[in-house]
Structure formats: C-alpha cells, structure tokens
C-alpha cells in the first residue's frame, strides 16, 4: 500500500496482515503519545470528515476532549446511504481494522470507554467483518477495557444523519433531534445533568487516522490538496464503462475520475451531468476540469460530499431523473418537521404532473419550485435545504427538456432508478441498486410487490404514470378540521384543496 492509502490491493485477512503491511499498532503509538501529542498531530495533518460535510477532524475531536462533561462516547457513522455512495462499505470489507484503530485512538483521546459502529441490519459482510477484527484486536490487547458496541439500525436515508444515528444508538426510529442539539452538546443516554457527548465520524475519516500517527500530520499533508489533504475514495456509478471504488489523491480532476479511471462513456455517447448524491447542485461537463477536493467543487456550484458521483450520458431525460429524485427526498423525509414534509410533496406531486396529459399545467414548475424552496423552515437536519438545491437547479439546468415534456406529457420515458447502492461486484464492475425503494411510502411503510403477472416491463406514462402516493403531513388540528370541511364542500381530497390554493397563489404571483 501507497504511504496513507487505505485500500489494499486484496483484502486483509487478519489483523497481523494489516500491521505486516502498514507498520506497528498506531493504538499504541497513540497510548504513548498521550492525546495531546494525537491532537496536535491531527491538526497538522489537516484531516476533514469524509462523511460530506469536511469539518476539521481534530477540532471536533477537541471539542469532546474538553468538554466538561467526563461521560464521553465514540461513535462510528457506517450507515451509508447516499445515493450513489458505496465507499464504506467497500473500505469494511478491505480493511475493517483501520476504522476500529481510528475509534481506538479516539477513545484514548476524548477519554471515552464505550464506542459504538451504527450500520444498517443489512450490511452483512460489512458487520461480519467488523465483528471478526474486533475480536483480534480485542485478542491482542488493544481493546483493554473499552467495550465495542455494534448496531444493527433501519434502512431509513436519515438514519445516516448523526443526531438521527444517535437516537438508533438508544433504540429510537431515525429521527433527527432539534438543531439545538448537536452530538458534542447531547451525546448518549444524556440527562439533564450529564449531556454525555459524543464524537461522532464517518467510517473513512477514522480510518485516515492511524497512519497519520504512523508516518506523521506532515506527511499526510503533502497528497491531495491544502484544502483536502490525504486521498478521497471516489465512488463512480451511474453510464460509465468501468463502475466502481478508487481511492485518488483529493483534488484529483474530475474530468480524469469520469473519463481515464472509469472509462468514460458508452461507445458513441457523451456526458450530461453529473450528480453528486442528492445533497447538492449538478456538475454539468463545462466544469469537469474541477479539482475533486471540498474547496473546489464548491466554487463550482456544487458539493463533494461523500465523493459519490453517479454520471449520466446523452440518453438521460431529466425530467425523469429530476422525478425520481424528488419522490426519494418526500419519502425519505421524517415528518417531523412539517414544512419540509408538506414542501417536498408539493415539489413531487407537481413532478409527477408532468407525465400525466389529464394533470399536467403550465403552473406545475412553478408549484415545484414553490414547495422545494419552502421546505426548509426551521428542520433539525439537512435533508429540505438538499431538495431546496437540488429540485430548482435541475429545473434550472434543464428548463428545455421540461418544457418538452410539458408540451408532450404523454411521450415515452422510462422511470429513472435512484441509485442507492446496496452491492457491488469486483468482478463484473457492477453495482447493485436497491429496487424495494419505488414501492417505499412517504409514511415508510412499503406497497405491496404486484404479481408477476401484473408487473410491467417497463412503465411508460401512456399507461397511466407514476402512481399517486398519499401524503403524510402533521398538521395542527384546527388547520386539519378547517381543509377537510372545504374538501368535504368541494368533493375533493384534502390533497387536491392544496394544489388549488397552490395553483392560486402562483395565478396571484404572475399579475
């Protein structure tokens, strides 16, 4: 392995082929250090979160080392779900030992005797693998009196959000605390004399931190970029000939990841875009010729993210795409937080207009634009500020296409998957996208499959469209009492009251 490269060429098989490869315990290196030495060497690294958001490792791991509070806990984010993100899990099932020896290290650091790994029930291999190098490393000594926990969580997209990852963490359902409450403020198993905080890292971003003990801040600083030192693992889906995992400098061109390390795309077509996960604005080709580190792809327009990178080719309709997106960020949203709930309904169901000739208006951009910009109000998470970006900039970017589509709302076009991954083969390059997510409902409830029998091949919207979804908006029960009383008077579902009012306040909006 490259100096501070995570990914072996095969996979480790035990803990004592790991340190053959990258050197002594960096768990011991870091009990002989002491944590203020570890800090100090992580903040010359320059090491930030490869969970999306880039925040500077060791500043947040200060933050816990010093908070008054001496019940601390570590926690690993393995939870992976980000649309076309694949990087955790093929990291665990290469080298599980380089994440646990990160926790380790943190533990050792904030002072923290308990720690836990949070991935979905599903994650198989992944959770195997963990449990298998826990114990070797437990067998060696390293574990001491730390206590590893793993949790077996939901499939849920917000379970990937730390504050929702914690109440997994304490038997609860993914739903984001109030943004008052950040991990390092309240932790696990908190009380009103003890917050308990937690510091709470992407599987990758611990991983980093035992060979930057190894070979020193210094070193790690001289790959990748001053923004972004170290390597990124690059997950690269989506039309091109060789899909997979890579792990590149940070900073490494864009255009370079799309057309030499994944082969470009399909004989005789061209790239349209690029989409990195569903938390940001497009790449369209124009700025290909960006550094992949977090500075750059931000002046770009858009955000690197998880480093997931799902492109897409000539033969992309984007009002499908764009269709597919919004429906997964309704139903994926909580309900907590009614506004989003409500907004990304409204920006889906205007969608799902436009491939429906008895439904579809000229005002059906202009509600979808109304709801995906109204949906963050007040949110304990993230997930309504990415429909507010997302949703009006591929309206933005593509504007003919749905202006076609809106001319013509019975032409074909296939439903566009939404490539939450949850497999990969080495073998044949392909990534395995999760099917059960069409019939997933805005309450998290799942339709029932059709039978074979009545299963189309491929939908169109000349046989009727997407279907209709309920929504599942928490209103308070004077507003409730008040719709269905003016649905009951007009024969109308509460839902189509909505879209009228809708439909007059962008009337209104026009004079």
Not at 263 to 277: C, H, I, Q
Not at 437 to 443: A, I, L, S, T, V
């Amino acid at each position: 392995m490259k100096p501070h490269h995570l990914l072996p060429a095969a996979p480790f098989a035990t803990y004592a082929d790991y340190l053959a490869e990258t050197g002594p315990s960096a768990v011991q290196r870091a009990r002989e250090l002491g944590p203020e030495a570890v800090l100090a060497e992580l903040s010359r690294s320059g090491l930030r979160g490869r969970g999306g958001a880039g925040f500077p490792t060791a500043v947040k791991w200060r933050s816990i080392a010093d908070h008054p509070c001496s019940t601390r806990y570590v926690v690993c984010n393995a939870a992976e779900g980000e649309p076309g993100t694949f990087k955790d899990r093929f990291l665990l099932r290469r080298n599980p030992y380089a994440t646990l020896e990160g926790m380790l290290i943190a533990a050792e650091v904030v002072g923290a005797r308990e720690l836990y790994v949070a991935l979905k029930a599903s994650f198989g291999p992944e959770l195997m693998r963990l449990r298998a190098a826990a114990d070797e490393m437990a067998a060696a000594g390293l574990v001491d009196d730390h206590v590893i926990h793993f949790i077996e969580g939901p499939e849920e997209y917000l379970f990937g959000e730390e504050k929702a990852l914690l109440e997994v963490v304490e038997g609860n359902d993914p739903l984001p605390r109030e943004a008052h409450y950040p991990p390092y403020e309240k932790g696990l198993f908190a009380t009103g004399a003890s917050p308990n905080p937690a510091l709470v890292n992407n599987v990758q971003t611990f991983a980093h931190v035992p060979s930057i003990l190894r070979l020193g801040g210094d070193s790690f600083r001289e790959i990748g970029t001053r923004d972004t030192p170290g390597t990124l693992l690059f997950t690269l889906s989506g039309d091109v000939q060789r899909p997979g995992v890579y792990e590149l400098p940070a900073g490494t061109p864009l255009r370079r990841l799309f057309d030499e390390i994944a082969g470009g795309p399909r004989p005789g077509r061209r790239f349209k875009v690029a989409l990195s996960g569903v938390s940001s604005a497009v790449i369209l080709p124009e700025r290909f010729d960006t550094l992949a580190d977090f500075a750059s792809v931000h002046l770009a327009g858009a955000s690197l993210g998880s480093a997931g990178f799902v492109v897409l080719d000539d033969t992309a309709w984007m009002p499908r795409v764009t269709q597919s997106l919004a429906r997964f960020l309704y139903v994926e949203s909580c309900n907590q937080c009614s506004a989003c709930k409500h907004g990304l309904r409204t920006a889906s169901s205007a969608i799902d207009e436009l491939f429906d000739p008895a439904l579809a208006t000229p005002d059906d951009l202009e509600r979808a634009l109304y709801g995906a910009r109204s949906a963050p109000q007040g949110n304990r998470c993230y997930l309504p500020v990415q429909g507010s970006i997302l949703v009006p900039n591929l309206l933005s970017r593509f504007r003919d296409e749905f202006a076609a589509q809106l001319a013509s709302p019975d032409r074909p076009s296939a439903r566009y998957v939404v490539p939450v991954i949850v497999d990969f083969d080495e073998a044949t390059r392909t990534f395995t996208y999760d099917l059960d997510r069409e019939r997933k409902q805005p309450n998290w409830t799942y339709d029932e499959p059709a039978p074979p029998s009545l299963r189309p091949v491929a939908k169109t919207v000349s046989q009727g469209g997407p279907p209709r979804v309920p929504a599942n908006v928490r209103l308070h029960p004077d507003v409730h009492e008040a719709m269905v009383e003016v649905a009951a008077q007009r024969g109308h579902e509460v839902e189509r009251v909505v879209n009228d009012a809708l439909r007059a306040w962008a009337e209104r909006e026009r004079k």
